[in-house]
DNA sequence: AGGACAAAAAATGAATGCAAAATAGCGTCC
DNA sequence: GGACGCTATTTTGCATTCATTTTTTGTCCT
């Protein structure tokens, strides 16, 4: 075994054939016709998913193997995705996975609040009352999920619901910006299945209510402020459960 | 004269020295350290400042010879200002700079006034009364540029005001984003220098009076009101600027 | 044996080369 | 005379190559 990169178990296929045509919702979205494009595409979900430890290097060659290709579209998808906070890139020392820090974390938290935040409100001008049942309707549904303690339903429901109230904003820049931090944290996310503390999950449920009510009554800057303290105390639950040791993850031999 | 850019008297140096150390608030700061990273500094100025027409072709090549390097750091430069929306790439027919509509622009402008709106609420938190104290004397310029009718003046100090209030919510992703999305729109300010109707001018001045009281009290729910519809004002005013027709662009021949 | 130095190995950064696609140029046909 | 189609040139996308820098390894000296 020659690789540094912990196998996890990632198929690696040789060659660079794309199965699924992949929706994504990024200002170009032809990025899956040119090689450059589906190695950003592959290579950021690569990162995303924790397949390269935080802080450690992001090796070109072995990633070149692994996608079949040549340094340079590689090399290509790197800058961007530098340039998206995701990696780093040292001079000369090549490219590491970004750690993020606590107030890196707080500070991306903060930003989504705020991008939430502006949604509520510009929401609040566009929205119709089908999208508004329709997020009712999502409402009920992770009501239930939670009643019955189904966490991961919970959470899809939840998710559902903050991009239904990003995307009836009905601004296309808001949408990407906003999917654009969101996977910076979907890393953190990804390992960090926090929000099991039952007090915050009902306070959630109450943040959730009061979300749905002042959408109803279209009360702009009063659901700014709703969805800003929403984000603002899934930041404090979410770094307090970051804080907290964990075993979950398997330690190296 | 083989060039097809149109020659406005752009320094055009051949060798990549640069001058002067900038100091970019980007994610990474190396950028001048490396060959790329100089370039992406040195295109996205070119870009933003208009040297390619909207919509037109960015050759390659002839830049490839203007900053006096090969395409391969040229080409990665492209990547990322096409991921941070200036330029977009279509396949195998290179990159052109991106076209703003009346759409993009009125969504660039609200996600600003979101931004701010953020940046004023969490600024709320932290801010010193030295910071307000700096803020307020900023004011008191731009309020005699205002009486004297100086525009230019006028323009700096309150940019200046905005920025302080940015750097005084304590968020580093927070600033990067917004100096990432006032570029994009740095390129239409450029050459429309709205805001001149004395009407919106004296309206301004009352919101900015009244940010300047929400902040003293740090009143974040407030301020961030006052914000997002001060931003929108500006907005309105900025498309009504550029709805209108303007003689002030040499026709072309 | 441990550390410092030096050379080898590998990796990075940029340039060049090559195949495929697109654009333009030109002739032909209707 | 204009539209269509074919070829030549340019341009793009990626692979390969070359020069530097970094990292590792091995050796020598203390």
Known sequence: M????????????????????????????????SLHG???????????????????RVPERQLCEMFGISRTP????????AAEG??????????????????DLEELFDVMAGLESLAGRLACEAIT??????????????????L????????????RIHESIV???????????????AG??????????????????????????AILDALRRRAASELSDILFQHLRNKRVAAIEHLAEPHEDTPAAP
């Open 184 to 209: 910076r944290i979907r890393r953190v996310r990804y390992s960090a299945n926090f929000a099991r503390k039952r007090q915050r999950w009902a306070e959630a449920m109450r943040e959730h209510e």
């Open 38 to 56: 589906e190695i950003l595409l592959r290579l950021r979900d690569y990162v995303v998913e924790g397949n390269i430890p935080d802080g450690a």
């Open 86 to 103: 995701l990696i780093e890139l040292l001079p000369n020392r090549g490219a590491r996975v970004r750690q993020l820090s606590q107030r």
């Open 148 to 159: 019955h303690r189904d966490m991961h339903g919970y959470f899809q429901a939840n998710q």
């Open 167 to 181: 995307a009836a904003a009905r601004n296309e820049t808001l949408k990407t910006a906003y999917a654009n931090f």
């Open 2 to 33: 020659k690789s540094t990169i912990p196998d996890t178990g990632v198929p690696i296929t040789p060659s660079a054939t794309n199965g699924g045509d992949r929706q994504e919702n990024r200002q170009d979205n032809r990025h899956e016709a």
């Open 74 to 81: 590689l090399r290509e998808a790197l800058k961007v995705l």
């Open 129 to 146: 009352d089908e999208e508004i049942t329709a997020i009712e309707q999502l409402h009920y549904e992770m009501y239930g999920h939670y």
